[in-house]
């Protein structure tokens, strides 16, 4: 089944603690991305990769990093979580053709930073 | 930029049609829909490039003006099933980082 698979589904940590998101895609898709998504803030790009070792900015960047090194790995990275990154993550993955399809989202992670 | 969309919320009765509208001030490369329920992730609706089509599937359908940066969103005889929330994306171009509305409520009662 094509999918975008991200873990863990529920995360509570303290501030400060460094952790990881993962996801994955199993579509061969070159684009990915991270989204954020907090109460009357719509869903908000954090950072996006269209392909290996290219990743950019999105409109949210600060306090997360990103890697891509392969095709189907696009991990989210906090190195020291703050209260205000609290919110609901999506990974999602798109492929580079654009006749006709638009990106697939992973189930999300929601996470809660104390 | 962010696109805007309007409008912020709408209240159907089953069998009722919908206009949702997105425009941006830049000029874009493609317009994207989704359709988020409470709790569950954005699912992809269409895509329009930028070349003012036209799409559809089922009773929903989507047009992109080219020129005025605007495409709208057409829900026809609306079911429950169109309940959520519909967000519009743009690309100002083809790779380009999709930024996202902020989002059209829709409500669709028996």
């Known amino acids: 089944e094509a999918q975008v698979t991200q873990n863990p589904r529920y995360l509570i940590t303290v501030t400060g603690k460094k952790l990881t998101v993962t996801c994955s895609q199993n579509?061969?898709?070159?684009?990915m991305s991270w989204y954020r998504q907090d109460p009357g803030l719509g869903l908000r790009q954090i950072y996006y990769?269209?392909?290996?070792?290219?990743?950019d900015k999105g409109d949210v960047p600060e306090g997360y990093k990103v890697s891509r090194k392969e095709k189907r790995n696009f991990p989210l990275i906090l190195e020291s979580p703050s209260p205000n990154q609290t919110s609901l993550y999506f990974c999602?993955?798109?492929?580079?053709?654009?006749?006709?399809?638009?990106?697939?989202f992973g189930s999300g992670t929601r996470l809660t930073v104390v | 930029q962010q696109p805007v969309q309007s409008p912020q919320a709408v209240i159907l009765r089953e069998g009722e049609d919908a206009v949702i509208n997105c425009s941006s001030s830049?000029?874009?490369?493609?317009v994207h829909w989704y359709r988020q329920k409470h709790g569950e992730a954005p699912v992809f609706l269409m895509i329009?490039?930028?070349?003012?089509e036209q799409k559809g599937h089922d009773k929903i359908s989507a047009s992109f003006n080219e020129k005025k940066q605007q495409s709208s969103l057409y829900l026809t005889a609306s079911q429950l099933s169109y309940s959520g929330t519909y967000f519009c994306?743009?690309?100002?171009?083809?790779?380009?980082?999709?930024?996202f509305g902020g989002g059209t409520r829709l409500m669709v009662k028996p």
């Open positions: 999602a993955s798109s492929s580079a053709w654009r006749g006709g399809y638009g990106y697939t």
């Open positions: 579509m061969n898709h070159e684009y």
């Open positions: 990769s269209m392909n290996v070792e290219v990743t």
């Open positions: 830049k000029a874009l490369y493609s």
């Open positions: 329009l490039l930028k070349g003012g």
């Open positions: 994306g743009t690309e100002r171009r083809a790779g380009n980082m999709l930024t």
